[in-house]
């Protein structure tokens, strides 16, 4: 393990707190890398090549015992049973013994955090390289992470809102801490998306898997997110057909329920049509339906109409739902039918207005609202 200056200072910086003492840390060549005594950064340490090469404490009563070493005590700092450099107190030998010990072991500690926290990044920055050739759809040439292992489903997540900056550290933090369970799991932030190689076991409950995750989410980075499950990947080219399945269900996942959070594209069917259907299409089947609605009873009957089938027609749970008198409900219903002239209680005109509602929400809109 190479120790930088920067994060060998850093130690000493934390360690200056417990004892009022000057610290060294001097590397394998007997150089004193970082110090609270700054004029000593860069010179060279006798004392601590002996200490190495002895691989025991050096304790120096004197400052003219080792060619440019002060009196104080000088410690093997071990990494995985290798010596790594040396830790030393400046000071005299009764001040600074007592503290020996325990300098040296918290110096092991801290580096032993930094070093975790230097193997979470890089393989961060490996996952995230690997998503992004799924992504970009790149020929596969290799799994970059050893334990990784079939099969896995593509999740994608957004927020609900675009225009708002999105730490990506409290994103991973988050992630971390709620996916990490598994050691097969892969995560990362890419491009405002939440993106999960989620390693599934047979029977699991995928959607119940994510509950947590928004939760915390939504704790955290204070905006709801909203998550498209892709189909169930074997292999390296269906995990390309995965995220893009997850990125479908999810970009129309508003239009068929404003309520819900995850969409697993397995278990839609009615939804998929929407993904290809003709544009030209589509806006002229709008005119028709929705051509004498107003822009505000589009978005009131809209939401009515999501409501009104999420109840399964049902006039008490709607209104309920929509804290709405059931009469007013009917009213609203009857106008609908009046403008349209499709009645929404009606098993197949309740289709049509249903269907028109949706490719609305999607963002297919007729050239020709009245009013």
């Given at each position: 393990m190479n120790i930088s200056k920067n994060l060998a200072t850093n130690i000493l910086q934390q360690l200056k707190n417990i004892i009022n003492q000057d610290l060294n840390y001097i590397n394998e060549d007997g150089t004193i890398i970082a110090s609270t005594d700054p004029k000593r950064v860069g010179?060279?340490?006798?004392?601590?090549?002996?200490?190495?090469?002895?691989?025991?404490?050096?304790?120096?009563?004197?400052?003219?015992?080792?060619?440019?070493?002060?009196?104080?005590?000088?410690?093997?700092?071990?990494?995985?049973?290798?010596?790594?450099?040396?830790?030393?107190?400046?000071?005299?030998?009764?001040?600074?013994?007592?503290?020996?010990?325990?300098?040296?072991?918290?110096?092991?500690?801290?580096?032993?955090?930094?070093?975790?926290?230097?193997?979470?990044?890089?393989?961060?920055?490996?996952?995230?390289?690997?998503?992004?050739?799924?992504?970009?759809?790149?020929?596969?040439?290799?799994?970059?992470?050893?334990?990784?292992?079939?099969?896995?489903?593509?999740?994608v997540g957004k927020a609900d809102k675009n225009d708002v900056?999105?730490?990506?550290?409290?994103?991973?933090?988050?992630?971390?801490?709620?996916?990490?369970?598994?050691?097969?799991?892969?995560?990362?932030?890419?491009?405002?998306?939440?993106?999960?190689?989620?390693?599934?076991?047979?029977?699991?409950?995928?959607?119940?898997?994510?509950?947590?995750?928004?939760?915390?989410?939504?704790?955290?980075?204070?905006?709801?997110?909203?998550?498209?499950?892709?189909?169930?990947?074997?292999?390296?080219?269906?995990?390309?057909?995965?995220?893009k399945n997850a990125k479908e269900i999810l970009k129309i996942s508003d239009v068929f329920s404003a309520s819900d959070s995850v969409f697993e594209y397995d278990k839609k069917d009615l939804e998929l049509l929407f993904i290809n259907f003709k544009m030209s299409n589509m806006k002229s089947f709008n005119e028709k339906v929705l051509k004498n609605f107003s822009q505000k009873e589009l978005k009131e009957f809209s939401t009515i109409m999501t409501i009104y089938e999420e109840f399964n027609g049902s006039i008490t749970q709607t209104a309920e739902k929509l804290f709405m008198h059931k009469n007013t409900l009917q009213y609203k219903l009857q106008k609908i039918k009046k403008l349209s002239g499709y009645d929404p209680r009606v098993l197949r005109d309740f289709t049509v207005l249903s269907l028109a509602f949706k490719l609305r929400s999607m963002g297919i809109k007729s050239s020709g609202i009245s009013k």
């Open positions: 010179t060279f340490h006798a004392a601590s090549v002996e200490c190495i090469k002895r691989e025991k404490t050096i304790i120096i009563e004197n400052d003219n015992e080792y060619i440019g070493s002060k009196k104080g005590i000088n410690m093997p700092i071990y990494f995985d049973e290798s010596i790594i450099g040396v830790i030393g107190i400046t000071g005299d030998k009764k001040e600074v013994s007592k503290f020996g010990e325990i300098i040296r072991l918290m110096t092991s500690i801290l580096l032993k955090e930094a070093w975790i926290k230097d193997q979470d990044i890089r393989k961060g920055k490996i996952v995230k390289s690997f998503i992004e050739r799924i992504v970009l759809e790149y020929e596969h040439d290799f799994f970059p992470m050893t334990d990784f292992l079939f099969p896995y489903v593509v999740i900056f999105i730490d990506e550290e409290d994103i991973q933090s988050v992630l971390k801490d709620n996916l990490s369970y598994n050691r097969h799991n892969y995560f990362t932030f890419y491009r405002n998306e939440v993106i999960i190689l989620y390693h599934y076991h047979k029977d699991e409950d995928i959607s119940k898997a994510l509950d947590n995750l928004i939760k915390k989410l939504s704790e955290k980075i204070k905006l709801n997110f909203k998550f498209g499950i892709g189909t169930k990947s074997s292999e390296y080219e269906e995990l390309k057909i995965s995220y």
